[in-house]
């Protein structure tokens, strides 16, 4: 198993972005719905509507905006500022890589290898 560092934002006590919520934001643009996003993640429309309720409050405007059900069914769509988000926080995780590369490296060699 090879270690990987992730990031969070925290805001208060809630984490405002971390990688499973840019995964869900990027599976809700896929899908065009939060409870199909959430599905293809393996969790309960419940639990992805929790993670975007989350997000939409800890950011100044929202990140997704969802339209309720009814005969032709509901949907929700990233607003641009999910997308900036997005390639904001990929482009952070990639910086943050290739800074702690040497350093990850040298950690790793002290860890378990019969986890």
């Known amino acids: 198993m090879t270690p ?8 208060g006590d809630d ?11 990027e ?3 896929e899908t065009g719905s939060i ?12 639990r992805a509507w929790h993670l975007v309720d989350t997000m939409n409050r ?31 926080y990929r482009h952070l995780e990639a910086r943050a890589r290739k800074a702690t590369e040497a350093d990850m490296a040298k950690l790793a060699r002290h860890l378990r290898t019969d986890s």
Do not use: N
């Open 4 to 11: 990987r560092l992730t990031f969070r934002l925290i805001l």
């Open 15 to 25: 984490i405002a972005l971390g990688p499973g919520k840019v995964q869900l934001l």
């Open 27 to 29: 599976a809700i643009r």
């Open 35 to 46: 409870a199909a996003a959430g599905r293809a993640m393996g969790m309960s429309y419940k």
């Open 58 to 88: 800890c950011f100044a405007h929202p990140l997704v905006e969802a339209s309720k059900g009814g005969a032709h069914g509901g949907g929700a769509q990233l607003t641009p500022l999910a997308d900036e988000v997005i390639v904001l």
